[in-house]
């Protein structure tokens, strides 16, 4: 008897448990070369298959013509691996696995091809299972999102898988896509490399493979993260090489003794903006703990989620408060009519930060301190700000010495939050 954990890896091993338990719906997985990402898929499949006599599976990629030599020979390996292959029949044209006892079919599509996706229907049961396999070929999530929109029908439990190897460049949308993803509880992601894979099967990778590996690790180190560990090891333009992932308690973001407050003015399309730093100078190290975001919002209003936001116990069972503390904000000409009903409206201390001519050098102060850590959970707009931005590129694609405009609105807060010791430094 075939056991399925003896053909993926351990580090799969909780997520192939989740998968049958239907944990998630939906399953982010991406890494380096020989990561055995796109074996564990095809292996989890089968099972899913097997275990949901309803369940169909539509396997897909960005171009039809990488099919057949790609996850249609993926998923023969994984049923000839599991035992299988006298209850699975085989066609080419159309492309697809058709599992005997029950009629339930696993099909072969190209997104370069929307009709046939669209006319994907099966005899028996619904498209179940999803595969999307080199994802980021594909044109940006409102194209996978379409896909789906076509197959998710005709049952309620379904399985979305995504693998990837991610591009370098910050910007793509899937290493932006990923970062909402560790947001959601209907997702679950998870990295691998080969070096998950040579803990327990290095004969699964064979020696050339390995030794390749590490050459490359010890050449250049940063293309050794990109291409094997699927680490976005970005292009070389970041602008903060100093921001790092922390989680904190509430008891943490109640203990900083400096406290920053920042606001962005926005209405529509560019949004208002509100975060709250933690600023430890002997560390030079800022912390960024609490943000508020809104569109179409009047002073009256952000200024009460203001309030609300300053507006707590300094201790457990204490009675909360409002906190006295300064609010330094965008001096506009409308900021400052804004400020205006912040303090006579609302008894806020709104205070201009003093940002002429000093976006550069706070920009330049910000990517030299020591750390920039900001809890992803309760900063999501901000993390993914500060991880993202990189210098402007010109024709030729050479990075140059300038910060571009846009996709900052958090960072601009935070700009004005810490304008005063930008200044004294």
């Known amino acids: 008897m075939i056991s399925a954990a003896e053909l993926v890896i351990p580090r799969f091993h909780d997520v192939l448990g989740d998968v049958m338990a239907h944990g998630h719906t939906h399953y982010w997985l991406y890494g380096g070369r020989g990561s055995t990402k796109s074996s564990f898929i095809s292996v989890a499949i089968v099972l899913v298959m097997l275990a ?145 894979v040579a803990e327990s099967h290095p004969e699964w990778l064979g020696a050339p493979f390995i030794e390749e590996a590490e050459y490359l690790r010890g050449v250049d180190e940063t293309a050794w993260r990109s291409e094997y560990l699927g680490d976005v090891t970005g292009t070389g333009g970041s602008v903060f090489n100093n921001v790092r992932a922390v989680r904190l308690s509430d008891a943490q973001c109640r203990g900083f003794s400096r406290v920053r407050n920042g606001v962005d003015w926005g209405w529509f399309p560019d949004p208002w903006r509100f975060v709250r730093c933690g600023w430890e100078p002997g560390e030079r190290r800022l912390t960024i703990f609490a943000e508020q975001s809104a569109h179409r919002k009047t002073p009256a209003e952000t200024g009460q989620m203001v309030v609300d936001a300053l507006t707590y116990a300094d201790e457990p069972g204490r009675d909360a408060f409002l906190h006295d503390e300064i609010v330094w904000c965008d001096d506009t000409p409308d900021g400052k009519q804004s400020m205006a009903v912040y303090r006579r409206e609302l008894g806020l201390r709104a205070r201009p930060a003093r940002k002429s001519n000093m976006r550069r050098l706070s920009y330049e102060w910000l990517a030299g301190l020591r750390e920039i850590c900001i809890d992803p959970a309760r900063c999501p707009l901000a993390y993914e700000e500060f991880r993202l931005k990189e210098y402007m590129r010109d024709r030729d694609g050479t990075w140059v010495d300038e910060i571009p405009d846009g996709n900052d609105h958090s960072i601009d807060a935070v700009r004005y939050a810490v304008m005063d010791d930008v200044l004294r430094g």
């Not at 599991?82 to 697809?96: D, V, Y």
């Not at 594909?138 to 379904?158: E, H, K, P, Q, T």
């Open 52 to 196: 949901n006599p309803e369940a169909n599976a539509v396997v897909v990629r960005r171009f039809s013509n990488t099919l057949r030599d790609s996850v249609f020979q993926q998923m023969t390996w994984a049923i000839a691996a599991l035992g299988l292959e006298k209850w699975f029949q085989a066609r080419i044209s159309p492309m697809e696995l058709t599992y005997l006892p029950t009629g339930q079919r696993i099909v072969f599509r190209g997104a370069d091809d929307p009709l046939k996706l669209k006319g994907v229907k099966f005899t028996k049961g619904y498209a179940a299972i999803t595969w999307f396999e080199e994802l980021d070929q594909f044109d940006g999530v409102d194209a996978v999102r379409s896909i789906l929109n076509s197959l998710r029908r005709g049952g309620d439990r379904f399985w979305i898988f995504y693998s990837y190897n991610p591009p370098r460049t910050l910007w793509s949308w899937v290493n932006r896509e990923k970062l909402e993803r560790e947001r959601r509880a209907d997702t679950l992601v998870r990295q691998s490399s080969y070096l998950d």
